[in-house]
Nanobody
Framework: QVQLAESGGGEVQPGGSLRLSCVAS???????WAWFRQAPGKEREYVAG????????YYSDAVKGRFTISRDNAKNTMFLQMDSLESTDAAVYYC???????????????????WGQGTQVTVSS
């Protein structure tokens, strides 16, 4: 079993930045990591993530060029640096981990069996 815990959410003005963290405990080995987000009334959507090998990173078109995903394997921690935030980025952000996630399903929520509790990101002036 893997437990995931996000932190770093908050309220920021448009154009501002936030850095989210996700710490994994348990046995997070060979796990595909990802960030998803869900705004009120909308489906959970993929934001960014790593392949299971960690060798590849992926971004949604909505955040490409503004968000950067990274990880510290020694600390079992994944980060999401969010810059140039827009009002459309406001959502609850979730960390996800999948031990059986395959390349073709990386962007699907049902490909991940481990989820954090979420952290709220609010973007408002």
């Amino acid at each position: 079993q893997v437990q995931l815990a996000e932190s770093g959410g908050g309220e920021v003005q448009p154009g501002g930045s936030l850095r989210l963290s996700c710490v994994a405990s348990g046995r997070p080995y060979a796990m595909a990591w990802a960030w998803f987000r869900q705004a009120p009334g909308k489906e959970r959507e993929y934001v960014a993530g790593f392949s299971r090998t960690g060798g590849y990173t992926y971004y949604s078109d909505a955040v490409k060029g503004r968000f950067t995903i990274s990880r510290d394997n020694a600390k079992n921690t994944m980060f999401l640096q969010m810059d140039s935030l827009e009002s459309t980025d406001a959502a609850v952000y979730y960390c996800a981990g999948g031990t059986r996630t395959i390349q073709s399903s990386l962007r699907r929520p049902d490909a991940y069996e481990n989820w954090g509790q979420g952290t709220q990101v609010t973007v408002s002036s």
